[in-house]
């Protein structure tokens, strides 16, 4: 098992729990990277609640903008709600 901690330029150290979801985000939607270090390495909500909804449905962010989950406490404030453009 690669035991070695991911950390950023920054300076954040990760935790192997954290280390391992990044590296499976890396290789799976890279463009995911940046709001999950964020919500591991600060305090930001709008990052926890980002990075919680594109867990739930693994990186589909139409899927949140479409979820149906309104018993979910996160339903309210999730992301990707508006479509860009319109
Ligand atoms: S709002 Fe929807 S996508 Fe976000 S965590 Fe809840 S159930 Fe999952």
């Known amino acids: 098992m690669n035991t070695t901690l991911k950390s950023t330029p920054e300076g954040n150290v990760f935790d192997l729990k954290q280390t391992k979801m990044l590296k499976q985000i890396s290789e799976d939607s890279p463009s995911k990277m940046r709001v999950f270090e964020k ?10 609640i980002t990075a919680m909804c594109l867990q739930c449905v ?6 949140i903008r479409e979820c149906t989950d309104t018993s979910c406490p996160l339903w309210n404030v ?4 508006t479509v860009r453009g319109k």
């Open 39 to 48: 919500a591991y390495s600060t305090k930001s909500l709008r990052a926890a």
């Open 58 to 63: 693994w990186m589909d962010t139409r899927a």
């Open 78 to 81: 999730r992301p990707f709600q």
